[in-house]
């Protein structure tokens, strides 16, 4: 018998484990299956022969989870040994399905009224992300999404944020109010006493052309806070 091949039916032994894999999927659900499980199999979308266990474990050490996985950088993701663009392009459409599925619950909807959908949204769209986003969500007079936007993307741990531009983009979207989200890429949602005179900022000049700022979330690894909830604004 040669190596790597099931006894019983001379085939690869990873065609056995897929199968296994896939049928426990099926009867189980999603819950059954480990983060380097679920990730073995997406793989096998882009890795047709072989086995793709030692390669997601390898993804999921490097990068800390399954939501890490694949909302790591392409050209992070491929200074892993075997991975190329088969596979950073079948993880970046896992993502972006999952981001559309979220939006899907926030959209035509009131938003104060689906809070949880919001941060869920924010969350998974920006907390691993490996540098600060700055997100706006435009809103009607009936406190629905107009559009969803990031309009500054920064360093590590900083992003340039101007009034003005804040200001400016609301009004070409005729929005009533707006939800400002960034992410913390060190993971800790804690506001800095920048984001907070910033924050303080863009509420002052909203105030003056009656645009209302409903909160500033902060999402990181480690959770998020809000303004509004934190008696921050």
């Known amino acids: 018998m040669s190596k790597g091949f099931d006894e019983a039916s001379s085939k690869p032994h990873f065609l056995g484990h897929r199968e296994r894999l896939r049928e426990r999927f099926r009867e189980a659900g999603p819950e059954a299956l480990p983060d380097y499980e679920l990730l073995e199999m997406i793989l096998f979308r882009a890795i047709k022969r072989g086995d793709t266990k030692p390669l997601a474990k390898t993804l999921i050490a490097k990068f800390g989870s399954f ?21 950073t392009t079948e993880l970046k459409l896992i993502r972006a399905a999952a981001l559309r599925l979220m939006k899907g619950g926030i959209v035509n909807r009131t938003l104060l009224s689906s809070w949880s ?13 490996s540098k600060e986003q700055f997100r706006i969500l435009f809103l009607d007079k009936k406190n629905q ?4 936007e990031v309009q500054q993307e920064g360093t590590v741990d900083h992003t340039p944020v101007y009034t003005r531009e804040v200001m400016k983009r609301a009004l070409e979207l005729s929005a009533s109010a707006i939800i400002l989200a960034h992410n913390h890429p060190s993971g800790d949602p804690t506001p800095s006493v920048a984001d907070i005179d910033m924050t303080r900022k863009i509420i002052d000049a909203g105030l003056k052309l009656g645009i209302t700022v409903h909160d500033h979330v902060i999402v990181g690894r480690e959770g998020h806070t809000s303004f509004r909830g934190s008696k921050l604004i």
């Open 145 to 148: 999404l107009i559009a969803d």
């Open 67 to 87: 939501a890490e996985v694949i909302s790591a950088a392409p050209e992070r993701l491929k200074e892993v040994d075997g991975v190329g663009e088969a596979i």
């Open 117 to 129: 959908a919001i941060l869920e949204y924010c969350r998974a769209s920006m907390a691993f992300q």
